[in-house]
């Protein structure tokens, strides 16, 4: 069964310690991107990856880090810079840049204290 | 820049009866458009998108929305509400010139469906 996971699910840190989030894809999509979600906010982009290691920020990037060494996976590291880290982490991934939609996957919920 | 504007945070309807929920998207020129359905503690799932193909858009589960150019809007319909239907909407809209592959998405609706 093709799709992205995420993992873990939920996730508690401390405040001060950096955490990666896993998102691994199998549909062998080009692209492939991480968004925030906070309550009435909507989705915001964190970092995009059109194609394997190379990125580019999106509209809040600061305090977060990724890398893309294969083609199927894009983590996402919030460094101990991230002021408000507790949040909703969605990533997902198109087929590339003639694609439309994008696919997402279930989410890591991430609770700082 | 591109934006979009979900009317209403959250819409209330009883089962049976017609949901209607509304996005109006800022371009001058018309881009492509998506609508998202996000049930509690999930991600995002494609209900239907606009192409510039037909105005008329059918997606699934039911769904459909009708894209006009001249109201700049997309909104999301269905005839009869389903309890299944209680979630979380939105809209997104990426542009058709530009190269870009962002999609902006709109601030969510969420729809309560009462017995």
């Known amino acids: 069964d093709g799709g992205i996971t995420q993992s873990p699910k939920y996730l508690f840190r401390k405040e001060g310690q950096n955490v990666t989030l896993s998102c691994e894809q199998n549909?062998?999509?080009?692209?492939m991107y991480w968004y925030r979600q906070d309550p009435g906010q909507g989705l915001r982009l964190i970092y995009y990856?059109?194609?394997?290691?190379?990125?580019q920020k999106g509209d809040i990037a600061e305090g977060y880090s990724v890398s893309r060494e294969k083609k199927e996976s894009f983590p996402l590291t919030v460094t101990s810079a991230q002021k408000n880290p507790t949040a909703f982490y969605l990533c997902?991934?198109?087929?590339?840049?003639?694609?439309?939609?994008?696919?997402f996957g279930p989410g890591t919920r991430l609770t700082v204290t | 820049a591109q934006s979009v504007t979900q009317l209403g945070s959250h819409v209330s309807v009883s089962e049976g009866a017609l949901v209607l929920l509304r996005c109006n998207y800022s371009s001058s020129v018309p881009p492509y458009l998506f609508w998202y359905v996000q049930y509690p503690n999930q991600g995002l799932q494609l209900l239907l998108k606009?192409?510039?193909?037909?105005?008329l858009v059918k997606g699934i589960n039911g769904f459909e929305a009708e894209f006009k150019k001249s109201e700049t809007s997309f909104h999301l319909t269905k005839p009869s509400a389903h309890m299944s239907d209680a979630a979380e909407y939105f809209c997104a809209v990426r542009p058709t010139q530009g190269g870009s592959e962002k999609l902006v998405f709109g601030k969510g609706t969420k729809l309560t469906v009462n017995p």
């Open positions: 990856s059109q194609i394997v290691n190379d990125f």
């Open positions: 549909l062998n999509h080009d692209a």
């Open positions: 997902a991934s198109s087929i590339g840049s003639e694609s439309y939609e994008q696919y």
């Open positions: 606009y192409t510039s193909a037909a105005t």
